[in-house]
């Protein structure tokens, strides 16, 4: 909750360090109110920036500014305890001796609010999480998605103007994390700081982020809404974070996209110029011999990987114009598609989308 009269300013940061092999050069910008999903191959600079931003790690260069307020200019900073933020982990690392309300008033408490006051405040995060009735059980007593909803409770409870989180339901299993998915996402709605996640999971960043920045060795490869980045994505990591097959090519103006790696694309879709194009996997079919018919894609390529998805299958060739292909476990069986065989990938022109690079 924000005290009457203070303004929140949201986040302006750039941070550069060095961290291990790689550069970080990233920059965020946010209003209040607004979650920002980071997201990136693993060793990529997220946790640093995260860190950075919590002031653990210094800065070399850049800045951090929050709600008005200049935390770190590449010179000096606010040490951590200084800085407005609550961190959250996969880990909840919560006091085991301690019962939730106790955990939940640490923060204030360790900021000099006298005891009551402070239980006061964790009695009502706990209420927001929807743990009211489960304030004396200490974190053995609580299951995991409990857990992460006390750890929540306790990184709001300081008023924080920025929020960190990091993989945050990355130790809970598929139900719970679907469940504590939506409690963090009804929480964050009424929170009115800058909220930054750090996820490997595309459906976190997809549901809980209003914008995404995605991080590749150290630096920003492409940033956008979440229907921008669906609909566009614009490095092999996002295309595959978001489920497409992408190609960056060139295009004329009969329709045909040369790949880098000579792969020919025909598309409905504009093509002149530098191009990426995109295919959707269920897009693709496969069969055993050369398709016939309307103007069409089929390369010959041979299968790498068969894993299966529900009642779906995924196949990856590669060849030409490298694919992933979802099929029905029913062509899976009728074609018999396995390892190392050869077969036709077919996909209509107007399935490929194209979008200037
Ligand atoms: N304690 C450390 N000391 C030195 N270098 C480190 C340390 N922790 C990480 N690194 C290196 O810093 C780089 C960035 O790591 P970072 O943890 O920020 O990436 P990340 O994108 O969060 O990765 P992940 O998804 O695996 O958590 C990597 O090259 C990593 O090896």
């Not at 549901?207 to 980045?229: N, R, Y």
């Amino acid at each position: 909750m924000t005290p009457p009269g203070l303004r929140r300013d949201g986040l302006d940061a750039r941070v550069r360090l060095s961290r291990g092999a790689i550069e970080v050069d990233v920059a965020l910008t946010a209003e209040p109110g607004q979650v920002i999903g980071i997201l990136g191959p693993n060793g990529g600079g997220k946790t640093s920036t995260v860190l950075a931003l919590a002031g653990v790690l210094p800065l070399a260069a850049g800045h951090v500014e929050v709600g008005g307020r200049l935390w770190d200019d590449g010179r000096r900073r606010l040490a951590p305890e200084q800085r407005q933020v609550g961190l959250m982990l996969a880990d909840s690392l919560l006091f085991p001796h301690l019962r939730a309300l106790d955990n939940v008033a640490f923060g204030p408490r360790s900021r000099g609010v006298p005891r009551q006051q402070a239980r006061q405040r964790a009695r009502a995060e706990l209420e927001r999480v929807g743990l009211a009735d489960r304030e004396s059980a200490r974190p053995g007593e609580l299951s995991s998605g409990q857990q992460a909803r006390v750890a929540l409770a306790r990184a709001l409870a300081t008023d924080p103007a920025l929020l960190l989180l990091d993989e945050p339901l990355a130790a809970l299993d598929p139900d719970t994390r679907a469940r504590t998915r939506s409690d963090l996402a009804a929480r964050l709605a009424a929170y009115d700081g800058v909220t930054v996640l750090v996820t490997h999971d595309p459906l976190d960043a997809l549901t809980l982020a209003d914008h995404l920045v995605f991080v590749e060795d150290g630096k920003v490869s492409q940033t956008g809404t979440p229907a921008d980045v669906l609909s566009e994505p614009r490095s092999a990591y996002v295309g595959t974070v978001v489920g497409l097959n992408l190609y960056a090519g060139q295009g004329d103006s009969h329709g045909h996209v040369r790949t880098a790696d000579g792969g020919l694309i025909v598309t409905t879709s504009p093509t002149e110029g530098p191009v990426w194009a995109t295919v959707p996997p269920s897009a693709v079919s496969l069969h055993l011999h050369e398709p016939e018919g309307s103007p069409r894609n089929a390369w010959r390529l041979r299968i790498s990987a068969v894993t299966m998805q529900g009642q779906s299958a995924r196949v990856g060739l590669v060849g030409g114009v490298p694919l992933t292909a979802e099929v029905t476990l029913e062509s899976v069986t009728a074609l018999g598609l396995q390892v190392g065989h050869d077969v036709w990938a077919a996909v209509k022109a107007t399935e490929v989308r194209t979008y200037p690079r």
